[in-house]
Structures are given as C-alpha cells and as structure tokens.
C-alpha cells in the first residue's frame, strides 16, 4: 500500500469519527438547553382546546369562540409495529426514523412550519408524518389536524445507492433542528445499525432489481413518426409520457394479491408498459420523420404482479412486429425467439417471490420508492 493511499484512509476515519463526534456533542447540546429555562425566543408551544397559538412573535391567534378549554384525551402507547394508516408513506423496511414525541397536542400547520426547507438529506429523500390525535393514525401532516407526535425519515437505499455516514449525519442535524424548534428531543436510531441497514437493503436491491426490454427493430421501410404512434395506440398504448414515450396503462383490479394491499386503489391506473423511440424525430416538425426502432420497457419492481406486465410486454410486443414488420431483438440486435422469452419469464417468477419474501411486493409504494 502506498503512502498516498494510507493518508487516503488516514483522512478517511478522521472524517467518520467526526461526524459520529458531532452528532453527540449536538445531542447533548439539546439535552442541556432542555434542561434549563430557555433566554432565547420559545420553541413551538402546543395546543389544547380551542385555542390554536401563532408560532410566530408570541401571537395567538383568534379563539374559535367563547366555550372553556378541553383537554385533549389521552391516547395509548404506540405499539411497537405502529398503527398505520391503509397507505403509509414512512416504512421502517427502508426508512430510518426519528422520533419526536409531544407532552401535548400540536398544530398541523404549526409542524409544517417547522419542518426543514430541503426535504433531502444529500441523494436521499426525507419524508414526516404525524400520529393523529383523534384517530391515532400515521398521516402526512394536514392543517386543521392536531398530532401527538411526529416522525421524520430518511431512506435507506435507492437506485443511486446506500445512505451514507455523510447524508445520515446531514440528516440527524436536521432533525436536532427540527427538535429544538418544538422543544421535543429527537429518538435517533443508531448511526451503525442504520448504515448496517441501509448497506443490506442496498445489497437486496441490486439484486434483485430488473428492467425488461423488447426492441422492435424494423425489417424493411422505417416507420413514420405518426404511423408508429397509430400503430402503438391500436395496441393500447394511448397515454403520452413525453417526446417519444408512450404508456400502456391497466387499473387495479377489485381484489390484489397477498401483501398488495398498499399497492393502489381498485380502479386507479396503473403505467404497466413504456413504449419508447427518437424522441427528437417526436419532436420535430415533420410528421413522415422516419424511425427504424422502438423499445417496449417494464420496470419490473414498480407495476405490481397481479397485472401480469410481462405477459402484456409480450402481447403489445407480438402485435405491434405484426402491424410494423419488425422483428424482436434485445439490446444487442440478436434475435428474441419465444424460448428465450419464456424464459425471462420463469426468472421472473423467482424475482417476484424474493421480492414477497421480503415484505416488498412489486408495485407496492415502498418497493417504488426503494427501486426509485
């Protein structure tokens, strides 16, 4: 190893044991301004009754009318797997989540105040959500609501990778800001455990990530830019993404499968199948602009299996080489023989199943953040 690469690695811990240094000295910082009287301007003073207080100059804002003061009832403790509400959006499968638990009920509109300008922590999204204090439900935050207690959460991995020590610590001091801001110190998780985490659900991801495509090359004349669009739309693809892409969309049925239940509503669309080719040639002027080639696109993790995408990837696939007198090959240029189809298929199959297994069906809104 040479000298350079030990100063690299040198350089490397010192940065890592100052992040974990920081993120104490900041925790103690506000376990000792919460333990003496606050000099500075107050933090965010929970509501009761029918009063709500402005988090602004010490105003209060009108009271509703003259009836006295209700105490709010007590809720129970949250058990351990949370109630949730039928389409959470935080979910401890790929978020690490902070804790900000409130001695009294506070204010929809007073928490989003409070919340962090930027959303992310470096690559990675930061989402919040509320424990109603009427239904006990975990929701994204809405004026006129009154929480008990909030959550904050960064995910774990995405396609651009795993949390990092860089972006958890951005995140942490985010969330130490946010705490002194409501006068509630934050719950943190364990910097190690949640690197851990994210590491491990990085690994699952990446193997278990798939993007299908069936090029559709063409055989003889290319096709017309407005000939290929007609031809796309008699094979369902009626809804236009942007330049050069289409989408063929199914909705939800009445009944999803097993661990579905998050995915959508019955009846809402869902974009199954992407349909792309020159977006330049979409977009110019000319409408007879020639294309030789089309790409038929499934991201496998984020249409849920009950609409058998693939079987549909194949059939627009068939009938479209049909309609064009185009062949099927992949990304190469060789041939797609049925055989090989079949068996992408059957891969497939096994790709769905780790996916099950591992509480992150196809579809569902966490496996599309995850594989976003």
Known sequence: MGQLQQALLVVGALIIAAVVALNLWQSWQLRRRRARPETSSPPIKPSSGSELHAIEHGQREPELDDRPE??????APVEPGRTRAPAPHIDPLIDAIVSFLF???????????RLPRSSRAGTKPMLF???????????????????????????????????NAIEYSEFVTKCHALGEALGAAPDLPDMAEALEQARDLDNFAAANDAQLSINLQAQGVAWSVDYLRQQAQAAGFTTTLSAGRLAL??????????????????GRPVS???LQFDAQAALADNPEMPVSRATLLLDVPQVP??????????EAAQRLGQALDAKQVDDNGAPLSHTSLDQIEQ???????ALDARSLPAGTATTQRLFS
Do not use: C, K
Request: glycine share 8%.
């Open 249 to 266: 969309v199914d909705v939800m049925p009445a009944s999803a499968g097993p661990g579905e239940t998050d995915i959508a509503e019955p």
């Open 70 to 75: 209700r105490v709010e009832p007590e809720l």
């Open 103 to 113: 001695e009294l009920p506070v204010p929809g509109e007073a928490l989003q105040q």
């Open 347 to 353: 891969q497939l199959q096994r790709l769905y199943a």
């Open 129 to 163: 959500e509320g424990r109603n204090a009427q239904s006990g439900l975990w929701e994204a935050l809405q004026p006129g609501a009154r929480y008990v207690e909030l959550q904050a959460a960064v995910q774990l991995a995405s396609r651009s990778g795993p949390l």
């Open 305 to 314: 299996q009950a609409l058998r995408p693939f079987a549909r990837m194949r």
């Open 272 to 274: 199954m199948v992407q």
